[in-house]
C-alpha cells in the first residue's frame, strides 16, 4: 500500500522546491554579500575608534545599517542590502529546516544543534531586515538597546537569573566553537574549490579563520556580560555587539592588540563577500 505524504511532508517538498530555483541561489549569494559589507562597516568604524587620534564611534550591525543609509544614494544601496539580508534569511530557514548540507546523515547532537543555530541566526537577521526596513522608511525606530531589554524580559521571568545565565553560557559555548572552527578551517569544504585558484583559497582560509576567530572573541565576552548580568541580576550589564567594541576600544592596553577585533571583523566581512562568490549553495 503506497504511504501517504504527510503534511510536514509535503511543507519539506514544497520548501525543496523553491530552494531548487536558480533565483534562490542567487538570492543566498547576495544575502553573504551583504553580510560581508556590514561586517565590514561594523570592523571598520570599531578600528577607526581604536587606531585612530581624532578617535572614532563603535556600532553593531544596525549601526552599520544607518551608516549605509547615510551616504549618497544610500536607500538605494540600503534596499540592495535589505534584499540581501532576506535572502540570507531564507537560506538559514531552509538550513534550518533541510539542513541539504547533511542529508543523508543520520541525526545526532551535533546536528541538532547546529540546526537549532541555523535558526537564531534566522531570527537574528530577521530583526536585522525588519530595521533596514525601517531606516528605508524613514521611520528608524531610535536607538534601543535590545540586549538589555531582551535581559531585564528573562530576568523578569521565573528563574530569570537562571535563565541569563544559561544564555551567557550558551553565547560562550558558541564562542569556543567558533575558536574550532577557526583553528580546524572545515569551512573550507562548502566551497567550490574547483573553481578556486591555491592563492584564493589560501586567502579565504587566511581571511576565514581570522574573521571567525575575532567573532568568537566577541561572543565570548558578550555571553561573560550575560553572566555578571544574572550574577547581580541587573539587566544593564549585559552587553550587545557595540558596546562590547566600544568598551575594548577604550581600555588602556595596547591598540594593537585591542585592534585585532576589529581588524578581524574587517577579514569576516571580506570572508563573507568570498563565500557569496565560492560558497556551495546546494540544490537538490
Known amino acids: 500500500m503506497k504511504r501517504r505524504n504527510s503534511p510536514t511532508d509535503s511543507i519539506e517538498q514544497s520548501i525543496r522546491r523553491t530552494a531548487s530555483h536558480p533565483w534562490f541561489e542567487r538570492l543566498a549569494r547576495l544575502g553573504y554579500a551583504s553580510k560581508g559589507l556590514v561586517y565590514f562597516i561594523v570592523g571598520f568604524l570599531a578600528a577607526q575608534a581604536v587606531f585612530s587620534t ?5 556600532t553593531d550591525t544596525s549601526g552599520a545599517l544607518s551608516e549605509i543609509v547615510n551616504q549618497p544614494f544610500g536607500k538605494f544601496l ?16 531552509v538550513q534550518t529546516i533541510l539542513d541539504p548540507e547533511h542529508q543523508g546523515q543520520n541525526m545526532d547532537a551535533k ?7 541555523y535558526a537564531f541566526s534566522a531570527l537574528a537577521y530577521a530583526g536585522l531586515a525588519l530595521t533596514a526596513v525601517k531606516l528605508i522608511m524613514g521611520s528608524g525606530g531610535g536607538k534601543k538597546d535590545t540586549t538589555e531589554d531582551l535581559t531585564a524580559q528573562l530576568l523578569a521571568q521565573p528563574f530569570g537569573q537562571w535563565l541569563v545565565g544559561l544564555v551567557g553560557s550558551i553565547v560562550i559555548g558558541v564562542g569556543f566553537s567558533y575558536f574550532y572552527q577557526a583553528y580546524k578551517a572545515k569551512f573550507r ?3 567550490k574549490l574547483d573553481e578556486m585558484s591555491q592563492k584564493e583559497l589560501t586567502w579565504a582560509t587566511r581571511l576565514g579563520r581570522f574573521g571567525i576567530a575575532a567573532r568568537g572573541i566577541v561572543f565570548v565576552i558578550i555571553g561573560l556580560f550575560f553572566i555578571q548580568a544574572a550574577r547581580l541580576s541587573d539587566a544593564s550589564q ?18 594593537v592588540i ?27
Open 238 to 255: 549585559a552587553k550587545g555587539l557595540g558596546e562590547v567594541l566600544a568598551i575594548l576600544a577604550q581600555q588602556p592596553f595596547s591598540p
Open 258 to 284: 585591542l585592534g585585532l577585533v576589529p581588524l578581524g571583523l574587517i577579514a569576516y566581512g571580506i570572508y563573507s563577500v568570498i563565500e557569496a562568490r565560492y560558497r556551495k549553495i546546494l540544490r537538490s
Open 189 to 191: 569544504r562548502h566551497f
Open 111 to 117: 546536528r541538532i544543534a547546529q540546526r537549532i543555530g
Open 78 to 93: 540600503l534596499f540592495l542590502v535589505t534584499i540581501g539580508i532576506i535572502g540570507y534569511f531564507l537560506w538559514r530557514m
Open 54 to 58: 581624532g578617535g572614532g564611534r563603535t
